[in-house]
């Protein structure tokens, strides 16, 4: 379940992730709290002046989600866009619904591939009552 | 609504407003989207009628909202699934064996109740998963190490029931053979505690595991027979050094005599960290996926056109530098005779790891959680991606080098005749005493040919079985096929888990099915209808 107040705040922000790298750090101001970026794909460090916390990892999300996401999300609130490989999504939203967490946007990026790795954009926002603001 | 099998509407809705009583309504969930985070996301059945679905799950908090809610389900014969935290990807995930079962997920129970440093042991609650130990364990400034499995996002308690092992010292690494102590909600919610946690005030639970009379730590390892809601662990005081060695050897006749003298040496304590067995030569293509063993005239052409060895054995030593350095100079003494045996120190650490050390070792070696393995494909180590899924082909094979040759043979003409893709396979995996265990990752898919992949595994199954090699864990479509496998005395194993099963759960409410045992009212489902 997601409140109100949240659905406002990552609903603004879904429509404009859809033009790719830069459309997604251009909204990131209407809504999320932080992005997490996969710098394995191309453009990836083109984001110096993005409006909110920009985290970084280059394929394995272990020490940005142990360091960083894991304590956060045992809290309410924060919405995280994210542009990663799907293997890196797989990994963050199975760990975001132990955490009552949902991915609430999902679309394949057209950046090529990195190892055969798809490059996806996403949105992960609080869902269980517990967590919701 | 899904309704479990033979229980009317009336009755489970009974039952779910039960058990949001005892846990709270925001705990209970039936609705299709909260469901689909139960799945099996690695499934053979993905998608198809047959898929193991959860009816609803629920997630208590407390060993009394535990009670509760299997009180509940006795009460009404709603048939529950535990899970700790559901991470057992490739071998079923959160996913109940017996679709329609109520998954109870025991994640919000992630206590450490007590990290006892001169003891070196460990007692937690299942949803405590090998991150929160290791934050625990930092936090506290422990001076102890815990064994992980790779990926260490699953549950301790989860892992070591269904017997998943790490990468660290003997008697740890098998983590069912680091368990001391369990607290279980029995069929009737009853509590029980195994061991010297029998005893009311006793301070040796986490100490002395058999307690009196038989052991029944066992039964609750892979069971249908209670929600373990306590379990301890004995660890490993965190060693002065790590040094990793290899033993090479150029001969496709050497693989006997490299593994006798191994095993020799790793039963007399000789070195205590987990020894490694593979095949530079034949891994030349894929690291991490050994080819076909050839015949021995074209193995030994190919070690003396690639200058590459036949054979490496890799000890691993934990301990004071001074000791494990004495240990392996012993090692190596003892394979001198082999001719042309090379040998090399392959990897030295002091402990703790430095900033640098972190970054070039094998993470799991150290007891550290990661979640690295994910992103292997990204390395360009095989085309693995973790969304598209795999399942584990894991059976116990002779610990000998005819036992390599062996399995490697027939797996790999098997999985050619077949059809069947490996993107994984090591046939001598160390982790659990005294075994080597055949590991295979077989890819999985969404898109239909999961049904050729199924008859293919099952096939695999049968003709391991014909050899004598049985799994020693498997995803839930297959756990019938391979409890059938175990058929001496006309299946007796199976029958008297059974029995057990009747006599403790008359309801047959835990765990129906898994790892082939069915209780009396739902045996008609097992693969073969129940046939005795």
């Not at chain 1, 542009?83 to 890196?88: K, L, M, N, Q």
């Not at chain 2, 009394?64 to 529950?80: C, D, G, L, W």
């Not at chain 2, 025991?106 to 130990?133: H, T, Y």
């Amino acid at each position: 379940m997601i409140s109100r107040r949240d659905f406002v705040k990552w609903g603004a922000v879904v429509p404009a992730l859809g033009t790719g790298w830069h459309g997604a750090f251009a909204a990131a101001p209407q809504g999320l709290d932080a992005m997490l970026v996969d710098t394995r794909f191309p453009g990836a460090l083109d984001v110096a002046d993005a409006p909110v916390p920009v985290l970084r990892f280059a394929g394995d999300v272990t020490n940005v989600w142990y360091d960083r996401l894991d304590a956060r999300w045992r809290r309410p609130g924060f919405v995280l866009g994210g542009i990663t490989g799907s293997d890196a999504l797989f990994v963050l939203e199975t760990l975001a619904t132990h955490q009552g967490r949902r991915v609430v946007s999902r679309m394949a990026l057209d950046l090529p591939r990195v190892n055969d790795v798809q490059a996806m954009r996403w949105i992960i926002a609080p869902h269980h009552k517990s967590v919701t603001a | 609504m899904t309704t479990p099998p033979g229980i009317d509407a009336a009755t489970f809705a009974d039952g779910l407003a039960a058990m949001r009583s005892a846990v709270g309504d925001e705990w209970v969930f039936d609705q299709p989207a909260d469901l689909n985070t139960y799945r099996d996301f690695y499934s053979v059945l993905w998608g198809e009628p047959e898929e193991k679905l959860a009816s609803a799950a629920v997630a208590p908090a407390s060993v009394e909202e535990v009670q509760a809610v299997v009180r509940v389900a006795n009460e009404r014969r709603i048939p529950i699934y535990p899970i700790s935290t559901g991470r057992n990807l490739g071998y079923g995930g959160s996913a109940p064996v017996l679709s329609g079962s109520v998954v109870v997920d025991l994640k919000r129970m992630d206590r450490v109740i007590e990290v006892n440093e001169d003891n070196c042991s460990a007692l937690v609650e299942p949803g405590v998963s090998f991150f929160d130990m290791y934050r625990h364990l930092r936090e506290s400034g422990s001076k102890l190490m815990m064994s992980v499995p790779d990926p260490g996002w699953g549950s301790l308690v989860g892992n070591a029931l269904d017997s998943g092992g790490g990468y660290t010292v003997a008697g740890y690494r098998g983590h069912f053979e680091a368990v001391c102590g369990i607290e279980a909600v029995m069929a009737d919610g009853e509590l029980l505690r195994t061991g010297m946690g029998a005893l009311p005030g006793s301070e040796t639970w986490q100490q002395y595991r058999m307690g009196l009379g038989p052991c029944l730590d066992g039964m609750f390892r892979q069971s249908t027979l209670g929600v373990v809601t306590k379990m301890g662990f004995w660890m490993f005081p965190t060693p002065e050094a790590w040094l990793s060695g290899s033993v090479s050897v150029m001969r496709y006749e050497d693989l006997d005599e490299l593994v006798r003298v191994a095993n020799e040496l790793e039963y007399g304590n000789l070195f205590n960290g987990m020894p490694g067995f593979s095949s530079p030569v034949l891994t030349q293509e894929n690291p991490i996926a050994m080819a076909m063993i050839p015949e021995p005239e074209v193995m030994n052409r190919m070690v003396a056109e690639s200058g590459v060895p036949a054979w490496s054995f890799s000890p691993n030593f934990y301990g004071p530098e001074r000791v494990i350095r004495e240990q392996w100079a012993y090692v190596k003494s003892r394979f001198e005779h082999i001719p042309g045996v090379q040998f090399a120190e392959t990897g030295f650490v002091d402990l703790p790891l430095s900033p640098d050390d972190m970054e070039r070792i094998h993470k799991p070696r150290f007891g550290i959680p990661s979640l690295e393995i994910f992103s292997v494909g990204s390395r360009g180590y095989g085309n693995f991606n973790p969304s598209d899924g795999h399942i584990w082909f894991s059976a116990v094979i002779p610990r000998s080098g005819q036992g390599i040759i062996d399995a490697n043979r027939v797996m790999r003409a098997e999985c050619e005749r077949l059809g069947l893709d490996l993107f994984m396979f090591a046939p001598a995996v160390t982790c659990w005493t005294r075994s080597f265990v055949l590991f295979a990752a077989v890819p999985v898919y969404k898109d239909g040919r999961n049904e050729h992949l199924r008859d293919a595994v099952r096939e695999i199954i049968r003709t391991c079985a014909s050899h004598g090699w049985g799994e020693y864990r498997c995803p839930p479509a297959f756990m019938d096929d391979v409890m059938e496998a175990y058929s001496f005395g006309d299946h007796k194993l199976r029958r008297v888990n059974e029995q057990i099963k009747d006599a403790l759960d008359p309801n047959g409410i835990i765990s129906a099915g898994r790892y082939g045992v069915w209780p009396e009212r739902y045996r008609h489902l097992r693969r073969d209808g129940g046939a005795a």
